[in-house]
Nanobody, 115 residues
Framework: QVQLVESGGGLVQPGGSLRLSCAAS????????RAWYRQAPGKERELVAA???????NYADSVKGRFTISRDYAKNTVYLRMNSLKPEDTAVYYC?????????WGQGTQVTVSS
């Protein structure tokens, strides 16, 4: 089992920045890749950014150049740095961890971009 706990969400003005954190515990050695997803009201959950065990990253086109995913192996934590936030980035952001057997999800953290 893997447990994921997110933090760092909140209310921010357009153009502002936030950093989300996702700490993993439990069978962390089974984790292969990590990712962030988001789900806005009335929309399906979508991939925002992912990072593999080798450090390879990929991003949704809508966040390229503004968001950065990073991974701290010593702290078993993955981060999502979000710059130049837009109202359309408003969503619940979910942390994801992929193991050989299954995916694990965090509880989600709300990000609201509004003036």
């Amino acid at each position: 089992q893997v447990q994921l706990v997110e933090s760092g969400g909140g209310l921010v003005q357009p153009g502002g920045s936030l950093r989300l954190s996702c700490a993993a515990s439990g069978n962390i050695f089974s984790i292969r890749s990590r990712a962030w997803y988001r789900q806005a009201p009335g929309k399906e959950r979508e991939l925002v950014a992912a990072i593999s065990s080798t450090g390879t990253t990929n991003y949704a086109d809508s966040v390229k150049g503004r968001f950065t995913i990073s991974r701290d192996y010593a702290k078993n934590t993955v981060y999502l740095r979000m710059n130049s936030l837009k109202p359309e980035d408003t969503a619940v952001y979910y942390c994801n961890a992929i193991t050989v057997i299954r995916d694990y999800w965090g509880q989600g953290t709300q990000v609201t971009v509004s003036s």
